[in-house]
Every structure is written in C-alpha cells, then in structure tokens.
C-alpha cells in the first residue's frame, strides 16, 4: 500500500513539474506582425532593451529587433561626425 502511494505522489509532482515546460500560452508574434504593429513593436522592443540579461533570447524580442532592423533598412541615419 505504501508503494502504491509512494508511486502516485511520484507521478503526480511528475504530471505538476512538467505541466510548465508544455505551456503554448506565451507564443510570440512574428517579424511580419511586429512590422505591421507600430506600438506593440515600439513598447517590446523598450520592454526588452529594459532587461537585457533576462530577455536578450525572448522570442518576442528577437523579433520585435528583427522587425525594427528590417523597417529600417535603407534609411539613412545622421552620423554626427
């Protein structure tokens, strides 16, 4: 008997440890969203330049930065010599 609920609290802090690893709740926006979505790009982009050692990888981050770079290709900068 003791096996029995030794094997069922095993299985169980299993089944709770693991529920956060399969979590789909957070996926990120795409480049091409970002693009199209000025303020949402402009606010994550603030968000992971803010917190750089946590967020530097956020999916969201990469794109946000990738959407950024890529509207502004071409665009000419003031160098300020």
């Keep these: 008997m003791?096996?029995?609920v030794r094997n069922l609290v095993?299985?169980?802090l299993t089944t709770v440890a693991l529920s956060g690893c399969?979590?789909?709740s957070t996926s990120a926006h795409t480049v091409a969203w970002f693009k199209a979505h000025d303020t949402?790009?402009?606010?994550?982009a603030k968000e992971c330049a803010n917190n750089p050692g946590e967020l530097h990888d956020d999916p969201s981050c990469v794109n946000a930065r990738s959407a950024m770079q890529e509207?502004?290709?071409?665009t000419p900068h003031n160098m300020d010599w």
């Design 10 to 12: 095993i299985l169980a």
């Design 40 to 44: 949402e790009r402009q606010a994550t």
């Design 22 to 24: 399969l979590d789909d």
């Design 71 to 74: 509207l502004s290709a071409g």
């Design 2 to 4: 003791i096996s029995y």
